[in-house]
């Protein structure tokens, strides 16, 4: 990915590169997600 995403952080970057192409909101309990969600530009909530 461009994004400079990389590691584990690859399979968080899918999920949101493909909810971004879907108009679609993320949900996740997972913070360390966040800088990769909006790297590849993914609408998201972060749950607490």
């Given at each position: 990915?461009?994004?400079?995403?990389?590691?584990?952080?690859?399979?968080?970057?899918?999920?949101?590169?493909?909810?971004?192409?879907?108009?679609?909101?993320?949900?996740?309990?997972?913070?360390?997600?966040?800088?990769?969600?909006?790297?590849?530009?993914?609408r998201f909530t972060i749950l607490s």
């Amino acid at each position: 990915m461009g994004a400079g995403v990389r590691g584990d952080a690859l399979y968080d970057a899918l999920v949101g590169a493909t909810a971004a192409e879907h108009d679609a909101l993320v949900l996740s309990a997972d913070r360390r997600a966040a800088p990769t969600y909006e790297a590849v530009g993914a609408r998201f909530t972060i749950l607490s």
